[in-house]
C-alpha cells in the first residue's frame, strides 16, 4: 500500500508542474485578441471620376524616314576627277562647287571655237564694208554673215562644256555618301556624290491592300518614330495607284513637317485608322508599375484601395485601361506612390 501511495503522490505533483509550465502560454494566447493596430493616419488626395471615352481605333505599318529632296550628283560629260570639294556629312549650298574635272582638253577646244568666232567676225566686217561699196555681193555678205553665227554657235557650245567641268550642288543639302575620288573617271549615268534636303523628309510606308481603302491624299495621320518621344502629326502626300504585285502593299509617303530631329533612314511606324473604339481612360500618373503589375488607388468609402488592372494603348498622357476600373469610380491622379491600402483618403475639392 505504501508504494501504491506513494506513485499516487508522485503523479499529483507531475501534474502540478505540467499546469504550471503551461499557464503563462495559455495567458498569452487569452490576450492575443485584445491587442489592436495602430491606424493609418489620413491622407488628402487628387482623384478623377473615370469614363468611357471613344477614339479611332488603328492598325500599325512600319515605314521609313526618307528625304523629300535628294540627288546623285552626275557628271555631263566624261573626265577625270582633279579636285573633290566636298565630304559626307559637309553642309552645301546651291550652286557651291563640289567637283572640279580636269579642263585641259574642253579648255583647248574652247580656245579653238574663240578663235574661229573672232576670225569669222573680223570676215563679217570686212564683207560688210566691200557690201556697202557694192564690190560684194548680197550672197556673199549672206555666206560670210552665216559662217559668224555658226562659229559664236560652236563658242558658245565649247563655253557651256568648259562649264560642265565645275559640278556643282544643285540645292541646299547634307552630302551623305562620296561614291568617287580623285583621280576616278567620271563620265555621264555615274554617280559621284549623293546629297539629300534634311529639313524636308517624309514617311514612306508600304500599306496593305485591305488596310488602303482607309487612307486618302490630305489626311492627317500619327507617325512614331523610336527617338522621337512624341507622335508626329504626318499628311498623305502620294498615294501608289497600284499594287506591288509581290507584297501586295500600296506605297504611301506622308510630308512631315520640319524641325522635328529626324533623319533619313530612321524605322518608325504610322497608324492606318480601321475603326472606332471606346475605353476607360485614365491619367498615366495614376498607374503605378510593380514589376509586371499594374496598380491603381480607387476611394471607396472614405478609403484608398488598391486595385489591379490591366492597361492597354497610351492617348496622349492618359492610359486605357481594359479591365479592373468601372466607369464613374474615382481614381486618386497624384503621389500615388505615396499610400497604402485601406488608408483613409479626404479628397480635395
Known amino acids: ?34 491587442q489592436t493596430q495602430a491606424e493609418l493616419p489620413s491622407a488628402t488626395v487628387h482623384v478623377q471620376t473615370v469614363e468611357r471615352k471613344s477614339r479611332a481605333a488603328t492598325e500599325d505599318v512600319v515605314g521609313t524616314v526618307r528625304p523629300k529632296l535628294s540627288a546623285a550628283i552626275e557628271s555631263k560629260i566624261s573626265g577625270r576627277i582633279e579636285q573633290m570639294f566636298a565630304v559626307p556629312g559637309q553642309t552645301v549650298k546651291a550652286g557651291e562647287r563640289l567637283v572640279q574635272l580636269n579642263a585641259h582638253e574642253i579648255q583647248s577646244r574652247f580656245d579653238q571655237a574663240a578663235a574661229a568666232r573672232q576670225q569669222a567676225e573680223n570676215d563679217l566686217k570686212r564683207a560688210k564694208a566691200l557690201l556697202e561699196q557694192k564690190i560684194l555681193s548680197a550672197a556673199e555678205f549672206d555666206n560670210a554673215q552665216s559662217r559668224f553665227q555658226m562659229a559664236a554657235a560652236a563658242e558658245a557650245e565649247a563655253k557651256t562644256m568648259l562649264g560642265y567641268t565645275d559640278i556643282v550642288a544643285p540645292f541646299d543639302g547634307v552630302i551623305t555618301r562620296k561614291l568617287a575620288d580623285v583621280g576616278d573617271l567620271a563620265a555621264p549615268g555615274k554617280a559621284l556624290l549623293q546629297m539629300e534636303n ?3 523628309l517624309r514617311f514612306e510606308a508600304d500599306v496593305p491592300e485591305a488596310l488602303i481603302g482607309n487612307v486618302k491624299l490630305g489626311d492627317q495621320l500619327a507617325v512614331r518614330i523610336t ?3 512624341n507622335e508626329i502629326g504626318g499628311m498623305v502626300a502620294e498615294m501608289s495607284p497600284a499594287a506591288d504585285p509581290n507584297s501586295r502593299t500600296y506605297l504611301v509617303k506622308l510630308d512631315l513637317p520640319g524641325a522635328t530631329a529626324l533623319r533619313s533612314g530612321q524605322f518608325g511606324r504610322v497608324s492606318v485608322p480601321v475603326g472606332e473604339v471606346s475605353a476607360i481612360r485614365v491619367p498615366a500618373s495614376a498607374v503605378i508599375q510593380r514589376g509586371q503589375l499594374e496598380l491603381i488607388f480607387v476611394v471607396a468609402g472614405s478609403h484608398a484601395q488598391l486595385r489591379l488592372v490591366k492597361t492597354g494603348s497610351h492617348i496622349g498622357d492618359e492610359v486605357e485601361v481594359v479591365s479592373g476600373l468601372n466607369s464613374g469610380e474615382q481614381v486618386v491622379t497624384e503621389d500615388v506612390s505615396a499610400l497604402v491600402d485601406g488608408q483613409p483618403v479626404a479628397v480635395k475639392p
Open 198 to 200: 534634311p529639313d524636308t
Open 227 to 229: 527617338t522621337v518621344a
Open 1 to 34: 500500500m505504501t508504494s501504491v501511495t506513494q506513485f499516487h503522490h508522485a503523479m499529483k505533483r507531475l501534474l502540478i508542474l505540467i499546469v504550471a509550465a503551461a499557464a503563462p502560454l495559455l495567458s498569452g494566447c487569452h490576450k492575443a485578441p485584445e
